[in-house]
């Protein structure tokens, strides 16, 4: 340790030995993280809350398709009071993770149409880029009101009839057409995917709204691919869940560019949603698809409801 020489008029010269540094040991307290982002402490219980309610997006979001973020996005931000940008940031992080976890599912059961999903991906991930650049800085208002529109359309379409059975296979020019067994009814389900074009268009708008907002655009791709392009709903949902993940990358990146990722948000529902994404597809094989179609609209039009109130200033009962 070398001294410190301090020399006065020239005269005195003291030679002085630095403090040995002092290590300060705080204690640590478990029992709040801090989230800067949203402006208030996020107490554990309510990190777990996050996580359980990811889970439970998560497995209504792979059995029907939507990525989960469908359901996360308004359930947090109407009943944990987050900031929509915030859960938009964490969705596209979460629909990634669900995913990955439930296309697996979906693979094995042969429902994933991947050359289908191959070209209907173009379209989609452009928009969502545009979707995303949007959505990062729009008036929180405007999230609400067009979140919740989206959400409404989603109940309708969920309340409209759908086939689990193709119509007639007719030509197949561009070698789309596939083929799964449903273990539900124990019948071999043979499709051709038609109006290619037209499915195109729509995976464009999808991506918009999935960059927007955070929800990976099967909300809008899986009633189109089985009422528009003659896709049965099973396999609708699995080609859609294959979708929704490489989409949200591009809206995670847009996100995260604008340091709207929140890492105490986004990492409990990542683990919320990597535990139910697992449970959704299992589900998925076992359940006929018109039993979930009644329940997923109450949901969807609860929740569109809330935040079209929202967006103008109302707040239902029980929501922050």
């Not at 059975?165 to 051709?192: E, H, I």
């Not at 195109?200 to 999935?210: E, N, R, T």
Request: hydrophobic share 55%; proline share 6%.
């Amino acid at each position: 340790m070398r001294p410190n020489r301090v020399r006065y008029a020239g005269e005195i010269t003291l030679e002085v030995l630095p403090r040995r540094p002092r290590l300060a040991v705080r204690a640590i307290r478990p029992q709040r993280v801090r989230c800067a982002a949203w402006g208030r402490a996020l107490d554990i219980i309510q990190t777990v809350e996050i996580g359980a309610v990811a889970a439970v997006a998560a497995i209504l979001g792979s059995m029907l398709g939507l990525g989960g973020g469908v359901f996360l996005v308004p359930i947090i931000t109407l009943f944990f009071g987050i900031d929509p940008r915030i859960a938009v940031g964490a969705s596209a992080v979460v629909v990634v993770t669900n995913s990955v976890v439930g296309s697996a599912g979906h693979l094995r059961s042969r429902f994933t149409n991947l050359r289908l999903a191959m070209i209907l991906q173009v379209t989609t991930a452009v928009g969502a880029i545009v979707g995303a650049l949007v959505g990062v800085n729009a008036d929180p208002r405007v999230v609400y009101l067009v979140f919740g529109l989206v959400l409404l359309y989603a109940a309708a379409s969920m309340a409209l009839p759908r086939s689990d059975r193709a119509p007639a296979l007719g030509a197949d020019p561009l070698r789309l057409g596939a083929a799964f067994r449903d273990p539900a009814t124990a019948t071999d389900v043979a499709y051709v995917p038609k109006r290619i074009g037209l499915g195109l268009g729509i995976s464009s708008g999808a991506g918009v709204l999935s960059g927007m907002l955070g929800v990976g655009g099967g909300v809008v791709m899986v009633p189109a691919m089985n009422l528009l392009m003659n896709v049965p709903v099973k396999a609708a949902v699995g080609t859609s869940t294959f979708m929704v993940g490489i989409t949200s990358v591009a809206t995670a990146f847009v996100f995260y560019a604008n340091g709207l990722l929140d890492p105490t948000v986004v990492v409990p529902a990542v683990v919320g949603v990597f535990l139910g994404g697992q449970i959704g597809p299992r589900l998925t094989r076992r359940l006929r698809a018109q039993r979930l179609s009644l329940l997923f609209a109450l949901i969807l039009l609860y929740l569109g409801t809330s935040l079209v109130l929202r967006a103008f200033g109302v707040t239902l009962p029980g929501q922050q």
